[in-house]
């Protein structure tokens, strides 16, 4: 049974920084993609930042030059470092994790339980 534990967040003034780590247990296979999501109340949840296997990012436009996300393959392990961050990121941030296991449609997809980033003004 996969999981993934998520840490990290907390309550920043805006401007600071805050890193998030996540961890997927249960699985000696790595995945296709670990990344972020986050929801903020009243709003879909929406991307943050992916990472691939092969290291390549994708970003939400909304984060770009203020985030970074890495990972380690071998450990299933992804951070994400949030500089310069603003009130409206204030949102929970999920972990997520994506294997193809039927190309080229069928994916499993794991989620973390949240961890709750809030940005003071």
């Known amino acids: 049974q996969v999981q993934l534990v998520e840490s990290g967040g907390g309550l920043v003034q805006a401007g600071g920084s805050l890193r998030l780590s996540c961890t997927a247990s249960?699985?000696?296979?790595?995945?296709?993609?670990m990344g972020w999501y986050r929801q903020a109340p009243g709003k879909q949840r929406e991307l943050v930042a992916t990472?691939?296997?092969?290291?390549?990012?994708n970003y939400n436009p909304s984060v770009k030059g203020r985030f970074t996300i890495s990972g380690d393959n071998a450990k299933n392990t992804v951070w994400l470092q949030m500089n310069s961050l603003r009130p409206e990121d204030t949102a929970v941030y999920y972990c997520?994790?994506?294997?193809?296991?039927?190309?080229?449609?069928?994916?499993?997809?794991?989620w973390g339980q949240g961890t709750q980033v809030t940005v003071s003004s």
């Open positions: 990472i691939d296997t092969a290291g390549a990012p």
């Open positions: 249960g699985s000696t296979r790595s995945f296709n993609y």
């Open positions: 997520n994790a994506e294997r193809l296991i039927n190309p080229p449609h069928e994916w499993d997809s794991y």
